[in-house]
């Protein structure tokens, strides 16, 4: 008899347009691995509460590990709930409580002893990588450490069911292999995972059985498949994903008909417990009797990696190609989600790929060898690096995805190699602009915690208001000098209202080698008195171009004020010369009616 069974099983809320879930019927067998998948508002979630009691069906059956969920009272929905392991996106961890209480509190509840309590938490904290974080609450962790937590509190008491609705849906891909990582050891030692996901690379590279919702029905229910069906989506390029993630390049569908007919397929590799009582030999009675065992034992497999039927090696192996499934952007490049390091900007790591296919290429010593890792330089990260098997052409064994990147371990090598040669070069050039550290998601996320590029922004927008308030000051400077400049004489004159103005025939007056100055009004020649006219319109003509720059350096920044080539010559100053010429004129009028004079006498 199968663990978990619905029959005709509709779901409509209160407020519900259209039915959540519309007369559906499944069967899943202990030690099974199912992935729900299908559009948001398909169901998915809807489906796991009702397993989990916290909705009940409006028509149809439930039953689950022999409780008929409709006739469950009240009092004992707590003790059913203990019974399942559950993890979900929004982690749903005790606030006040630390990592260890958290954890701890799943197994006090069911009244499990100090000294299991004691041996049980620190081995379901290791296996999940949080050793070290047993003192933090909830609000010190990140989320993939939250949902680490969640699940270490959902399998610390070896539940026989462990629900999880996108377990993964707010994390890295590194981190989602950790969970997957995780919840294919459990699934090992016998517990039976209902898991709602979205994601396209976990789906696939793990080959479990997937049922596919849509509008509230089962569409689709595949013992080893694939996110997309070619069945249902006729669409060559999901027709090709689906067929590659089931392993056969031309025919998914038909092979999973094969497998499911027992023709071909493997079967998961279980988890051995040694001296205990785990769900793949018999039921828990009282929740921790051989917990200790299957979470040693799961602890154990996922230290040492065993991979179990190579699904979690395919997902390592696919994890970082940052591909999104049908349904949306939840899966976003590792460029951007990168939590560890400082990640890498696309174009840093873009140059860095083309340096490295460079190297390799001129590296290689035959370049006609089409066997060998050396493989993935030739020929394009696609489906076309497996054989008509689907075996993967990269050496490695492993069958499944191509994609250029290894394994999870030389993935991180890499990218940690990457982080270094950067950083060692922004060492060796720390002045440059290349040098500064390009901005990463997560400096862009940091920013906008501590506002960082705004107070840089203000900085410069300071520096501006610095720079030009200098320049306000120092060309305030120019005109009180010139305006305390006692006016000794002209060419003193000239040369506090504008230095920078000076022509060349000014400069030979100032420094005394031009004409001899004048010796006072009353020996002045008419020569004389025209030359000083001349003189006195100049300097006037080159005091307000000198005022004009400075009123001009005040609307600029003062960098430009204080450093600014010369401004070009005004153009004279048409009413002044025609004075000029008219006082010209009169003295060579005077001048001639003198001569006469003087000859008529
Ligand atoms: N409490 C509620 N009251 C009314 N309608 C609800 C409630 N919860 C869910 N629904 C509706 O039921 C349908 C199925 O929702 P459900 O959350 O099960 O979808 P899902 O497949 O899990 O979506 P997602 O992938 O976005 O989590 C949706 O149309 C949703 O609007």
């Known amino acids: 008899m199968a663990l978990i ?26 030690g099974d691995f199912v992935f729900l998948v299908g559009a948001s508002g398909s169901g998915k979630t809807t489906l796991l509460r009702l397993l989990l009691r916290e909705e ?48 701890a509190f799943t197994l006090e509840v069911i009244g499990a002893r100090r000294s ?7 081995q379901v904290l290791k296996t999940v990588g949080l050793t070290g974080k047993e003192h933090n609450y909830p609000h010190e962790l990140s989320g993939g450490e939250a949902q680490r937590v969640a699940l270490a509190r959902a399998y610390v008491n070896n539940p026989e069911i462990l629900l999880a609705d996108e377990p993964t849906g707010n994390l890295d891909p ?9 919840l294919d050891a459990i699934n090992r030692t016998g517990t039976t995972v209902v898991m709602a996901t979205h994601n396209e690379e976990i789906v696939n590279s793990m080959r479990k059985r997937v049922v596919e919702l849509h509008t509230g029905r089962i569409m689709r229910d595949e013992a080893h498949g694939s996110y997309d069906s070619s069945r249902f989506f006729p669409d060559a390029e999901v027709a090709a994903r689906s067929h590659h993630a089931i392993g056969d390049p031309n025919d998914g569908d038909a092979l999973d008909r094969a497998r499911e007919a027992g023709v071909a397929g493997r079967r998961p590799v279980q988890i051995v417990v040694q001296d205990g009582n785990n769900s793949a030999t018999g039921p828990i009675a009282d929740g921790t009797k051989g917990a200790k065992q299957v979470v040693q034992a799961a602890a154990q497999a996922v230290n040492q990696g065993q991979y179990g039927d190579e699904g979690i090696a395919r997902l390592a192996k696919s994890m970082h190609s940052g591909r999104t499934g049908r349904y949306g952007k939840v899966f976003t490049s590792v460029e951007d989600t990168l939590t560890w390091g400082k990640g890498l900007g696309s174009l840093e790591s873009a140059q860095e790929d083309s340096n490295r296919h460079e190297d390799a290429t001129a590296g290689q010593p035959d370049q006609g060898n089409d066997s060998g890792s050396d493989e993935r330089f030739r020929r394009p990260a ?15 064994g492993h069958r499944g995805h ?72 120092a060309s305030q400077k120019n005109v009180n000098a010139k305006d305390r400049q006692p006016m000794k004489n002209s060419s003193a004159k000239t040369s506090a209202s504008g230095q920078q103005n000076k022509r060349p025939d000014q400069h030979s007056r100032s420094d005394g080698s031009g004409p001899a100055e004048s010796t006072g009004k009353s020996g002045q020649t008419a020569g004389q008195m025209k030359q000083d006219v001349a003189q006195s319109s ?9 005022n004009k720059k400075v009123s001009m350096g005040e609307n600029h920044h003062g960098v430009e004020s204080m450093g600014a080539p010369p401004a070009p010559p005004a153009p004279p100053e048409a009413p ?26």
């Open 5 to 30: 069974s619905l029959k005709d099983v509709t779901k409509i809320y209160p407020k519900g347009s259209r039915p959540a879930l519309d007369g559906i019927s499944l069967d899943v067998n202990r």
């Open 402 to 473: 191509d994609k250029a990147g290894t394994d999870r371990d030389e993935s991180a090598k890499h990218l940690q190699a990457e982080h270094t040669a950067s950083r060692k070069s922004r060492k060796s050039a720390p002045n440059s602009e290349a040098a500064r550290p390009k901005p990463t998601a997560e400096s862009r996320f940091q920013d906008r915690q501590t506002g960082d590029s705004n107070s840089r922004n203000r900085d410069k927008n300071q520096d501006d208001y610095r720079n030009r308030d200098r320049g306000e000051k």
């Open 56 to 103: 009940e069906a409006t028509e149809g059956e439930i039953r689950v590990a022999g409780n008929d969920l409709r006739r469950l009272r009240n009092r004992e929905i707590p003790g059913y709930r203990r019974s399942i392991g559950f993890v979900f996106q929004d982690y749903k961890l005790l606030n006040n409580k630390t990592v260890w209480q958290n954890v």
């Open 116 to 122: 299991t309590i004691k041996t049980l938490v620190p």
């Open 174 to 182: 590194t981190t989602s292999l950790g969970i997957m990582e995780v």
């Open 576 to 601: 002044k010369q025609s004075r000029k010429s008219q006082r010209d004129n009169d003295a060579s009028a005077r001048d001639e009616q003198d001569d006469e004079k003087k000859a008529a006498r």
């Open 538 to 546: 100049k300097q006037t003509s080159n005091k307000s171009r000198a």
């Open 382 to 396: 696609t489906h076309g690096g497996q054989d008509r098997s689907g075996q993967s052409t990269d050496g490695s």
